[in-house]
Every structure is written in C-alpha cells, then in structure tokens.
C-alpha cells in the first residue's frame, strides 16, 4: 500500500509521544510505502485533490528500560513531488488543532479525493461535524451535566447552581484555555469576558468531576472498538490531566461503564466516518472526542506491551482488501 500522512512538520514531531510517527512507523514495518504532506500543500487541479508529497523513511523507536529511544536523526525524506492523493491506497489526516479556517479549507480539498480509490481517515466531513468538544452533546446519557453559551449571566447562573465547573474553549486542544471556574471567583467576570471573546464565541462549561483528582482516561477507538487506554494524572502544580501541561501517564483498563459509553457512540462515528478517536472519560463520564489527531498509542505500548499502530495499519488493509 502506499500511504500518505497530512501531519504537522515532520521536524516538530516527538517520534517518542506523537501517533502520527507510531502510525506511519508501523506501516513501514508492515511493508507499505509512507509519505508524508501538510495542509498549506493541499490543492485542487482539475477537479481532484493533489499535494506535495515527500517519501519518508523512519529508523524505529527502541524501547529500553522503560523508555522509548529514538535515532538521531530518526527520519529521511526523499525529494518533494506533486501527486494526485487519489495514487495513494489511504490518507491520514493528522494535523494538529486548533481547526480554524487553514484546517477546514484542507478538509474541503480532501473532499475532492476519489473515495472509491482511498480511504481517507479520518472523514474530511465527519471532522467538520465533529467539533471535540460538541460532539459529545449528542450522548446526553453519557456526559456530565453541560452547557454551551457566550452569554455571562446564562454561565453564571449555571456555575451558581453546581458550585465547581470547568470551562472549555470549544476549538483548542491538549488543555489550553481551560480552566476552573466558580462563582465565587473574584475573576468571574473577566474569565468569561475574556474566554468568551467578549460575549461572542461560546465556550463549554461542564460540572466538574471530583473524579478527575483520579485521572482522565484516554480511550483509543478503532471503527468503534475501543483496542487500548491509559490514565493521565495531573501534576502538582496542575488541575488539568493533560499530557501537554505536564501530567503523567498510567496502566489502566477499560471498566463496563466506558465499555458502555463506547458501544453508545459507536453506530454514530462509523455513520460519520470517524475511524480513528480518542474518547476521554473521567469517572464514568465522556468529556470529549478526539477525531483531529487523537494521540496516546506511544504511551499505551510502552505501558501495556501492545503494537496499536499495527492494528491499525491492518484494519486499513482489511479494510481495502474488503473494498475491491
């Protein structure tokens, strides 16, 4: 198979935490060619999606001691080349938020890739439905008690009535801009001014989960199926489990609940193409779902012993080999 990967640039990759490498790593290693672009190489010609291409070649992490090892330098890549994406057997659309109009001019041009010869993954129309943060609205049964507003006295009201809330800017990632909000808080005003735009874009607000003290659990999914978990803890100096901010990461399990909440949304991601998710879940609760560029797969093979980029690399095969 040939595979292509839309991906940040490839120098700013961790090849020791970032998916996207776990990903296109274990695609070479099964034998497929890998070739990575970025969204500003995205273009239309003629009525069907190109990109500046570059093959990839990657030297494998080693795990010693615990701890993923990596080359120096990790990776080569060939010359650039102008292909249309429709040559390539799968796309994997891997680039970073924030989703502002650069990320969903790219998922347009996606659009314009011949389905019926690539899968693309994750669906350029399912990651504009799915906002990380919205998405979740859908399962009533399955989120903390929730709101979305640019409106001050509306999140007042709400923070009033449950005491401790977290508030969520809706299009960030790995953490950023969250934060503990409570109505006794002095900077009441001025958090939600600012977070807010001034009362004109809405933010998530959402009853705080005692729970989180215990972790967050990032859940990978697979067509619906959860394959692997880990728990991420806060540091000391933070309230936010996020990797990014400085949490640390555990073994964990996937209990009946979560195993619950994900047979809830799987009928739902298949319907909107969303292949490759990362749900989080604090206490029993879904807070989010990460379709953009879902991450945790170096952490649970170091930590479980699994090969989660091998198992998808070889549902995308099954996958083509089912189409034809």
Not at 212 to 231: F, M, T
Request: hydrophobic content about 40%; proline content about 5%; aromatic content about 6%.
């Amino acid at each position: 198979m040939k595979l292509a990967f839309i991906i940040d640039p490839i120098h700013q990759l961790d090849p020791c935490h970032d998916t996207s490498v776990a990903l296109m790593e274990a695609a070479q290693i099964l034998g497929h060619e890998v070739w990575v672009t970025q969204a500003n190489l995205l273009s239309v010609v003629e009525g069907k999606a190109w990109a500046i291409v570059q093959q990839v070649e990657i030297v494998p992490v080693e795990l010693i001691a615990g701890r993923w090892v990596t080359a120096n330098p990790w990776y080569k890549l060939s010359d650039r080349s102008l292909t249309p994406l429709e040559t390539m057997d799968a796309v994997f659309m891997r680039t970073d938020p924030p989703v502002n109009d650069s990320y969903l001019y790219a998922t347009y041009i996606l659009d314009y890739i011949d389905k019926e010869r690539t899968l693309v993954i994750n669906s350029p129309s399912g990651i504009r439905a799915a906002n990380e943060k919205l998405y979740a609205l859908q399962f009533t049964q399955a989120i903390p008690e929730t709101i979305v507003s640019a409106d001050k006295e509306l999140i007042r009201q709400f923070v009033q009535a449950k005491g401790a809330t977290v508030l969520k800017p809706l299009g960030n990632k790995a953490g950023e801009g969250i934060l503990f909000l409570q109505s006794s808080d002095r900077n009441f005003n001025s958090i939600v001014e600012l977070s807010t735009l001034q009362g004109r874009v809405p933010v998530m607000v959402q009853t705080y989960l005692p729970e989180a003290k215990e972790g967050d659990k990032r859940i990978i999914l697979l067509n619906g199926e959860p394959i692997g978990a880990l728990n991420r803890l806060a540091s000391g100096t933070d309230f936010r489990n996020n990797m990014a901010t400085g949490g640390t990461v555990a073994q964990t399990e996937i209990t009946p609940k979560e195993h619950e909440i994900c047979t809830q949304i799987a009928q739902k991601l298949r319907q909107d193409g969303l292949i490759f998710v990362g749900i989080d879940v604090i206490g029993g609760y879904l807070t989010e779902v990460n379709v953009t560029s879902p991450t945790g797969i170096r952490e649970i093979d170091r930590l479980d012993g699994t090969h989660l980029g091998h198992q998808v690399i070889q549902w995308v095969e099954q996958a083509l080999s089912n189409s034809k």
